[in-house]
């Protein structure tokens, strides 16, 4: 079971640290929802909405809520249209369900992008932990942004992608540190990967993650699937996939949105 946390840098000011739901997930055999789209700009509109309703959920139950989002370039509009969103913001913590290990300047970060699209206008109030700190080497930074986000294991709501290789968050099978991000029994909720080079990780092979435990603990997970050849992917995943790893975690809190 991971660690709950009340004096984390998210700063939360209140916590069911005992949610049922939580306590007990949902067995991994509960169906996921699936919703298709007729385009890309009517599935980010839902997200966005989702999202929404989602936080306000929590902040109702508790006060207070944590999202943990994911870069690429279906959420940057999902995001924008989040930003506007009428909800207490000043009681959301934000974070990102993996990183590149790359400075907030460089193209490839995810924390940029989300600063960019997310953390202005209403969100503005949010408060929001980036994943990568200082040092050119996530395995020996796994520790203190452990510390940095432990409130990740009581995560509301979760916004993942999927790669056309089958990957989720940064889960890239063979690779460094592969095993610690999906392990269930870790004790961690972030892990430092090194993915294998390929087409679809480019040359910034260096990420951190969060780990299975976070998924399986998230209330709400939503994965945005684009195009037949990844629904597909999904849809055929081994079961040893990351996606369907992340599938089988998420159980019945899982949601997703596709559009061709």
């Known amino acids: 079971m991971l660690p709950y946390a009340d004096n984390s840098q998210f700063n939360r000011k209140t916590v069911d640290k005992r949610d049922q739901d939580r306590a007990n997930p949902a067995p991994m055999t509960q169906r996921y929802t699936f919703t298709e789209f007729a385009d890309k700009a009517a599935l980010q509109k839902a997200a966005a ?17 944590v999202f943990m989002g994911s870069g690429g370039t279906t959420p940057g509009p999902i995001y924008e249209t989040l930003s506007s969103a009428e909800l207490d913001w000043a009681n959301v913590q934000i974070g990102l369900c993996d990183e590149r290990w790359v400075d907030e300047d460089h193209p ?3 924390s940029a ?21 200082k040092g050119g080497d996530p395995f020996a930074a796994v520790e203190a942004v452990n510390d940095l986000y432990l409130d990740a294991s009581l995560t509301d709501v979760m916004l993942l992608g999927m790669g056309p290789d089958a990957h989720t968050l940064s889960w890239f099978a063979g690779g460094r540190g592969y095993d610690d991000a999906i392990d269930p029994d870790t004790t961690s909720v972030v892990a430092a990967v090194e993915a294998i080079e390929s087409d679809v990780t480019g040359p910034n092979l260096l990420r951190m993650t969060l780990t299975q435990p ?6 709400q997970v939503l994965l945005l699937i684009t195009g037949a050849d990844k629904r597909a992917v999904f849809e055929s995943a081994p079961a040893d996939a990351p996606v369907s790893l992340m599938k089988q975690a998420a159980g019945a809190a899982l949601t997703v949105y596709y559009c061709d």
Do not use: E, F, H
């Open 108 to 110: 490839a970060s995810n």
């Open 113 to 133: 992008m989300m600063q960019r699209t997310l953390l202005q206008n209403q969100a503005a109030a949010a408060s929001y932990t980036p994943m990568k700190i």
């Open 49 to 65: 909405d989702w999202i929404a309703v989602a936080l306000r959920d929590a902040l109702a139950r508790r006060g207070s809520a």
């Open 214 to 219: 976070c998924v399986a603990y998230a209330r």
